[in-house]
């Protein structure tokens, strides 16, 4: 039996898939007919549910992996295989704070809403109005909206927050922000972006190495799926060979200044104030 508030994931005859959040009295209207969300909650997860055209829906407990495959989408989204390490290396856990621009169809703000939880916070930056409002109707769906606090702002303008655990940057020209990111990160935080093109990997390096950033890291994540077939296991026959470059680094918190005097015998000194 599957709890009313509960997401689920009904699967039709042809793949299609449809989120929602569980209301018993509530009827689904599907190609293949009406469904009534009652019985599916008297089926609970793996059971088959029928339309009134008698077509077979499968019950799932979708993953994170289901939801960010099906974000609704007008930009191009980060793929799961990236969220994955993403998330990793800004150490995004329940209770998380954590900034992110732009927030574009919502594909990482799903996985950042995911795993902050409810005692969590994701400020969401989207400098484009009708992207704020995509992302916004996706987190809806899945139910995880009350999660995330979407800023419809450029974030040429800064961060509003402060000390949050970790940031992350999908955006054109990261370099021009660099300048803002020490009032809004906790001294040492991770930070992260993802990057198209080699061309603005080198310019974001070269921008970070006049900013208190270190310990950078570049890398880019493959994938080859393989088709599952035993007697002839290979590689599929296509994959997607590129998505984006990922670059990390930790925010160095302020140094204290270093005075050298010239000490009387000659000797350099140094005083830390
Ligand atoms: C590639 S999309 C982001 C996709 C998103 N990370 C996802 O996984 O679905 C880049 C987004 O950044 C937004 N953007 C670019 N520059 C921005 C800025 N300066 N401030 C806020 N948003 C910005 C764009 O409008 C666009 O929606």
């Given at each position: 039996?599957i709890k009313p508030?509960q997401?689920?994931?009904?699967v039709?005859?042809k793949?299609?898939?449809?989120f929602?959040v569980l209301?018993?009295d509530?009827?689904l209207?599907?190609n293949d007919?009406r469904?009534?969300m009652?019985t ?7 059971g088959?549910?029928y339309t009134h055209l008698?077509r077979?829906?499968?019950?799932i407990k979708?993953?994170?992996y ?15 295989k ?8 800004l150490?995004?856990?329940?209770g998380?704070?954590i ?7 919502g ?8 795993f902050t939880?409810t ?8 400098r ?8 916004r109707?996706?987190?809806e769906k899945?139910?995880?909206e009350?999660?995330?606090?979407l800023?419809n702002q ?10 949050v ?12 922000y660099l300048?803002?990111i ?6 040492g935080?991770p ?7 080699v ?8 921008a970070m190495?006049?900013r ?5 890291e ?11 077939v035993p007697?002839?296991?290979r590689p599929q026959?296509?994959?997607?060979a590129?998505t984006?470059y990922?670059v ?5 918190a302020?140094?204290?200044k270093i005075n050298?005097h010239?000490a009387?015998d000659?000797?350099?000194?140094s005083?830390?104030?």
């Amino acid at each position: 039996m599957i709890k009313p508030g509960q997401l689920v994931m009904l699967v039709s005859p042809k793949n299609k898939r449809y989120f929602r959040v569980l209301q018993p009295d509530e009827i689904l209207n599907t190609n293949d007919g009406r469904l009534q969300m009652q019985t599916v909650m008297e089926q609970g997860f793996g059971g088959r549910v029928y339309t009134h055209l008698h077509r077979p829906y499968t019950v799932i407990k979708p993953t994170l992996y289901d939801l960010i495959k099906a974000v609704k989408r007008q930009t191009q989204i980060i793929y799961p295989k990236d969220i994955g390490y993403i998330i990793l290396k800004l150490g995004v856990a329940p209770g998380s704070k954590i900034i992110e621009a732009g927030a574009g169809s919502g594909g990482l703000t799903t996985a950042l809403a995911w795993f902050t939880g409810t005692h969590g916070r994701v400020y969401s930056y989207e400098r484009r109005e009708d992207f704020a409002a995509l992302c916004r109707s996706n987190l809806e769906k899945i139910g995880l909206e009350s999660r995330v606090e979407l800023i419809n702002q450029d974030i040429a303008t800064g961060f509003a927050q402060k000390n949050v655990d970790a940031l992350f940057l999908d955006v054109r020209t990261p370099w021009d922000y660099l300048e803002h990111i020490p009032s809004a990160l906790a001294p040492g935080g991770p930070v992260g972006f993802l990057l198209p093109t080699v061309n603005q990997v080198s310019t974001l390096l070269s921008a970070m190495q006049e900013r208190p950033f270190s310990s950078p890291e570049v890398l880019e994540i493959m994938v080859r799926h393989y088709k599952p077939v035993p007697e002839r296991l290979r590689p599929q026959d296509r994959m997607v060979a590129h998505t984006g470059y990922l670059v990390f680094a930790r925010l160095d918190a302020p140094y204290p200044k270093i005075n050298h005097h010239a000490a009387p015998d000659g000797e350099q000194e140094s005083e830390i104030c």
